[in-house]
Nanobody
Framework: QLQLVESGGGLVQPGGSLRLSCAVSGFTLDYYSIGWFRQAPGKEREGVSCISSRGGRTKYADSVQGRFTISRDVAKNTVYLQMNSLRPDDTAVYYC???????????????????WGQGTQVTVSS
């Protein structure tokens, strides 16, 4: 059974950092792309970043480019999202998701993803 579990969310002041983790089970990162998404109250789910199954190629939303970094540890079956220079508008529930796409590219479109975690809350506030 495919499972994704996010952790690492919390309350942080503007300018601070958090590292989110997405621990996966039931599959390996060699064959699935992983995406990070976020959803703030009253807003649509946004694709923040993704990492491809082959080659670990990455993509970022313009709003987080240069501040967030996605990475993975295949041996630990875990994907990370390092978030620096956090801003109040980064406040949202963050989800990781798996796409059964074996390739060199990944998508930031939610509709491409088949399996989702439960989410972790990130709040940026002073």
């Amino acid at each position: 059974q495919l499972q994704l579990v996010e952790s690492g969310g919390g309350l942080v002041q503007p300018g601070g950092s958090l590292r989110l983790s997405c621990a996966v089970s039931g599959f390996t990162l060699d064959y699935y792309s992983i995406g990070w998404f976020r959803q703030a109250p009253g807003k649509e789910r946004e694709g923040v970043s993704c990492i491809s199954s082959r080659g670990g190629r990455t993509k970022y939303a313009d709003s987080v480019q240069g501040r967030f970094t996605i990475s993975r540890d295949v041996a630990k079956n875990t994907v990370y999202l390092q978030m620096n220079s956090l801003r109040p508008d980064d406040t949202a529930v963050y989800y990781c998701a798996a796409d059964t796409n074996y390739g060199l590219s990944c998508s930031r479109l939610a509709r491409e993803y088949d399996h989702w975690g439960q989410g972790t809350q990130v709040t940026v506030s002073s």
